[in-house]
């Protein structure tokens, strides 16, 4: 069982959701094995070193201008100018080896030779990145990318970086979620339809 970071009951940014449990560092599900823990987790030779602190160039706002496609939903925020390539905040989740179909917080994490998939799930618990939105429909191109890293204790994250240019203050930071991930919505959301025919 995962240990409770005491800072996580009472330190959360502005307009975090209620709903939503806030985590510096990454929850592993059950359904992880053993050994895909002792591939991406932290080495136990690192615990009790220091934690992710809160994201420091991030702010969590309400999307409001009609014209954008999450409008009424929220985004992720420059809250000062991030120089390129700049390390913007790990998106930090649950880790799961089991299906999230109805996830929109799910991120791929690891892939096994075997065909696991090991993924981020941020939907009930999670930080600052879950709220990320991807640039279609809002920006000609990501401003921001997926790359992933490992921490000072061996830990594999998925991370957003600024890409080659900076990213101004106020500006939204947005990603590519990848065209598999919108493919998937369409096809499920074609299955609904044609299941409301029926
Ligand atoms: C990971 S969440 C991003 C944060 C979300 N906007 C929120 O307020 O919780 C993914 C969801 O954001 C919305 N979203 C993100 N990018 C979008 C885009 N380019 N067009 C339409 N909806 C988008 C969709 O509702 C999607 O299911």
Known sequence: MS???PRESTSKPPR???HV???????YHSSVPAEIRALVGPK????GTKTTPF???TVIRRVTE??????????LYAVKKIPPRTHIVDYIGEIHCDERLHSDY??????TQHGLSVGVDAFAMGNEARFVNDYRGIKAKPNAVFEERRTHAGELRMSIWSSNEAIKKGEEILVS???MWWHARSVGKDQTSEGSHE
């Open 106 to 111: 799910d991120l791929s994490l690891y892939r």
């Open 16 to 18: 975090w959701p209620v």
């Open 55 to 57: 994201c420091r160039w």
């Open 44 to 47: 136990a030779s690192a615990s």
């Open 66 to 75: 009609p014209s954008h496609p999450a409008c009424g939903e929220y985004g």
């Open 177 to 179: 979620y990848g065209k």
């Open 3 to 5: 240990t409770i970071n």
């Open 21 to 27: 449990q806030y985590c510096f560092e990454p929850r």
